[in-house]
């Protein structure tokens, strides 16, 4: 079992910039896969940013070159740390981590960009 928890959301300008944080706890060292999700009003939950056990990272298109997923530390916390906002940023952002095969979430924070 693994344990999520995110903080760090907030209200932010368009430009602006905020810092994700999820704090894991129990079993991380099984987990396979941490990252990112969101989820706009009215849209499905879609991968934001995950960073795999090798090391290597995926990101959704729209936020290439804007977003960056850190590694998971010795404080077992991962980063999302997000520049140059845009509106359309505008969701709850949830942190996920993979056992394969069992997901774990935790409870969402949301980010509000203004324009």
């Known amino acids: 079992q693994v344990q999520l928890v995110e903080s760090g959301g907030g209200l932010v300008q368009a430009g602006g910039s905020l810092r994700l944080s999820c704090l894991a706890s129990?079993?991380?060292?099984?987990?396979?896969?941490i990252g990112w999700y969101r989820q706009a009003p009215g849209k499905p939950r879609e991968l934001a940013a995950v960073?795999?056990?090798?090391?290597?990272?995926s990101y959704l298109d729209f936020v290439k070159g804007r977003f960056t997923v850190s590694s998971l530390n010795a404080e077992n916390t991962i980063y999302l740390d997000m520049n140059n906002l845009k509106p359309e940023d505008t969701a709850v952002y949830y942190c996920?981590?993979?056992?394969?095969?069992?997901?774990?979430w935790g409870q969402g924070t949301q980010v509000t960009v203004s324009s």
């Open positions: 996920h981590a993979r056992n394969t095969p069992w997901d774990y």
């Open positions: 960073r795999w056990k090798d090391g290597t990272t």
């Open positions: 129990g079993n991380t060292a099984s987990i396979d896969a």
